[in-house]
C-alpha cells in the first residue's frame, strides 16, 4: 500500500553534478507530474506526462528531463545542478479521463539541496 | 486559463476558533476543486474535492468547503481549530480532460493555531 513512493528523500549535490529523482507508483493511474515547491511560490509544474509514452513541460522546465519508463515509473533527471534548483521535489499521480475530477496524488517528496 | 488565488499566505487562530481560509478560481468550465493539506516535511494529502454534485463539501477532519460559483469561491472552514491542524493548506483546480489532467495550485495557507 506504499501509493506514490519517492527515491531519495534527501540530496545534497555540488553545483554541475547530475543526478537523478526517481518516482514510482502502485496506483495504475495513468498521469504522473513533477512539481518543485519554493517558499511563497506553493507548487511549480517542471513536467508532467499524461500517459505512458509522453511527456510534456510544465511552468519550469528549464535544466531538468524527464523520462517515462513504464506505467509506474517517471524520473526526473538534473544534468548540471544549479543552486537555484535548491527545492523539494515532489512526484504525483492522476487518473486521467473518465471519471474526471479526480485529484492528484503526492508523494513524500525529495529535499535537494545544491552547493 | 485556470488559476486559484488564496488570500493570506498566514493566518492564526486560537485553539476552538473557527478556521476560515479563502481560496477564489478562475475558470473558464465548470472547475474541479480541491483543498489538500501539507503537515511538515510530507507531501500533500487530499482534504476534500468538489465535482459539481453537492456545492458543501465534506472532508477529512473536520473540515468543509463550500462552492459559491456567483463569488468564484471555494472557501475552506472549520468550526473549532485544534492544534493537530496547524500546517500548510493548499487549494487546487483541474480541468480534467482526455489530454491530460492539469492541476493549478494556489501558493498556500500556512495555519497556526494558538493555544
Known amino acids: 500500500n506504499a501509493g506514490v513512493t519517492q527515491t531519495p528523500k534527501f540530496q545534497v549535490l555540488k553545483t554541475g553534478q547530475s543526478m537523478t529523482l526517481q518516482c514510482a507508483q502502485d496506483?495504475?493511474?495513468?498521469?504522473m507530474y513533477w512539481y518543485r515547491q519554493d517558499p511563497g511560490m506553493g507548487l511549480r509544474l517542471i513536467y508532467y506526462s499524461a500517459s505512458e509514452g509522453t511527456t510534456d513541460k510544465g511552468e519550469v522546465p528549464n535544466g531538468y528531463n524527464v523520462s517515462r519508463l513504464n506505467k509506474r515509473e517517471f524520473s526526473l533527471r538534473l544534468e548540471s545542478a544549479a543552486p537555484s534548483q535548491t527545492s523539494v521535489y515532489f512526484c504525483a499521480t492522476a487518473v486521467m479521463g473518465v471519471p474526471v475530477g479526480q485529484p492528484q496524488h503526492f508523494g513524500d517528496g525529495t529535499r535537494l539541496s545544491i552547493l | 486559463a485556470q488559476s486559484v488565488t488564496q488570500l493570506g499566505s498566514h493566518v492564526s487562530v486560537s485553539e476552538g476558533a473557527l478556521v476560515l481560509l479563502r481560496c477564489n478560481y478562475s475558470s473558464s468550465v465548470p472547475p474541479y476543486l480541491f483543498w489538500y493539506v501539507q503537515y511538515p516535511n510530507q507531501g500533500l494529502q487530499l482534504l476534500l474535492k468538489?465535482?459539481?454534485?453537492?456545492?458543501l463539501v465534506k472532508g477529512i477532519n473536520g473540515f468543509e468547503a463550500e462552492f459559491k460559483k456567483s463569488e468564484t469561491s471555494f472557501h475552506l472552514t472549520k468550526p473549532s481549530a485544534h492544534m493537530s491542524d496547524a500546517a500548510e493548506y493548499f487549494c487546487?483546480?483541474?480541468?480534467?480532460?482526455?489530454?491530460?489532467?492539469?492541476?493549478?495550485f494556489g501558493t498556500g495557507t500556512s495555519l497556526t493555531v494558538i493555544p
Open positions: 487546487a483546480v483541474s480541468d480534467s480532460g482526455n489530454t491530460g489532467n492539469q492541476f493549478y
Open positions: 496506483m495504475n493511474h495513468n498521469s
Open positions: 468538489y465535482t459539481s454534485a453537492a456545492t
